[in-house]
């Protein structure tokens, strides 16, 4: 649940920064306007908009119904990719040092104070050697089993809510595409209405179709960027753990010896 509040308190703060900026692009461009015409009446020529400004009047003039969505697609799945990427960098250990303290605990300490050096260390790493050395007088073989079975635990927790992310990347572009047919749906319909095939309202209806593809895709690009360095942040710490559990047992078997 914590989690879950977290990535819904992220999406509000971005939500209302977006709102905001609209809010304040939007005063700005009144007042910049009634200035210019005041000051400039006769003046036929448009200012040249900011990319701030400009990224806004595309957005306006996709329509609000689909922009809308591919744009709560964005912020969603950005909440949830920096929750994931604070999460995983919080879990990432140092796996060497933690070793040389586990193996040093067990030589003075013996298995106890070895558990002790996991308990104050955090990440999966640590919670592995843990589980797996509170079943050493169980056996090697118990050993293995929690060492295996608490690594897979430890996986579906860095792995969880990534699958969101994936969606989002694939809904975005799918909505944009939406968009666009039922643009030049509804441009058609305007020819139809017409009686006449008038290049003003084939153009103006295709330009307004084609803008929900492109921030679709857009959306689609910025998520698979975070997504692909999530991944590639799991499978470190994976490949991390699986080099781990196989240390903790050779520290086992020759602290046996």
């Given at each position: 649940?914590?989690?879950?509040?977290?990535?819904?308190a992220i999406a509000g703060m971005?939500?209302?920064?977006?709102?905001?900026?609209?809010?304040?692009?939007?005063?700005?461009?009144?007042?910049?306007?009634?200035?210019?015409?005041?000051?400039?009446?006769?003046?036929?020529?448009?200012?040249?908009?900011?990319?701030?400004?400009?990224?806004?009047?595309?957005?306006?003039?996709?329509?609000?119904?689909?922009?809308?969505?591919?744009?709560?697609?964005?912020?969603?799945?950005?909440?949830?990719?920096?929750?994931?990427?604070?999460?995983?960098?919080?879990?990432?250990?140092?796996?060497?040092?933690?070793?040389?303290?586990?193996?040093?605990?067990?030589?003075?300490?013996?298995?106890?104070?070895?558990?002790?050096?996991?308990?104050?260390?955090?990440?999966?790493?640590?919670?592995?050697?843990?589980?797996?050395?509170?079943?050493?007088?169980?056996?090697?073989?118990?050993?293995?089993?929690?060492?295996?079975?608490?690594?897979?635990?430890?996986?579906?927790?860095?792995?969880?809510?990534?699958?969101?992310?994936?969606?989002?990347?694939?809904?975005?572009?799918?909505?944009?595409?939406?968009?666009?047919?039922?643009?030049?749906?509804?441009?058609?319909?305007?020819?139809?209405?017409?009686?006449?095939?008038?290049?003003?309202?084939?153009?103006?209806?295709?330009?307004?179709?084609?803008?929900?593809?492109?921030?679709?895709?857009?959306?689609?690009?910025?998520?698979?960027?975070?997504?692909?360095?999530?991944?590639?942040?799991?499978?470190?710490?994976?490949?991390?753990?699986?080099?781990?559990?196989?240390?903790?047992?050779?520290?086992?078997?020759?602290?046996?010896?």
């Amino acid at each position: 649940m914590k989690r879950l509040f977290s990535i819904l308190a992220i999406a509000g703060m971005m939500a209302f920064g977006t709102v905001n900026a609209n809010t304040n692009a939007i005063t700005t461009s009144s007042a910049t306007t009634v200035a210019t015409t005041i000051q400039e009446p006769d003046s036929a020529a448009e200012p040249e908009l900011g990319f701030t400004q400009e990224l806004k009047k595309r957005f306006i003039e996709g329509g609000p119904g689909f922009m809308g969505i591919v744009l709560l697609c964005l912020i969603l799945g950005l909440a949830i990719a920096i929750e994931r990427i604070i999460f995983l960098n919080l879990s990432t250990t140092n796996t060497k040092k933690l070793t040389q303290n586990v193996e040093d605990a067990l030589q003075s300490g013996g298995v106890e104070a070895a558990k002790e050096v996991c308990r104050n260390t955090k990440g999966p790493v640590a919670s592995i050697f843990y589980q797996g050395l509170d079943r050493t007088d169980e056996g090697m073989d118990a050993v293995e089993k929690a060492v295996v079975a608490y690594g897979g635990v430890q996986m579906g927790q860095l792995e969880k809510n990534v699958s969101w992310i994936s969606l989002f990347i694939a809904l975005a572009p799918m909505l944009g595409f939406m968009g666009t047919v039922i643009g030049m749906i509804q441009a058609f319909d305007k020819i139809e209405a017409a009686g006449d095939m008038q290049p003003s309202l084939v153009a103006g209806g295709i330009k307004v179709a084609l803008l929900t593809t492109v921030f679709g895709l857009v959306v689609a690009i910025i998520l698979q960027v975070f997504y692909n360095y999530i991944i590639a942040k799991i499978d470190s710490i994976v490949n991390d753990m699986e080099d781990a559990s196989i240390t903790l047992m050779d520290l086992l078997i020759r602290n046996k010896k």
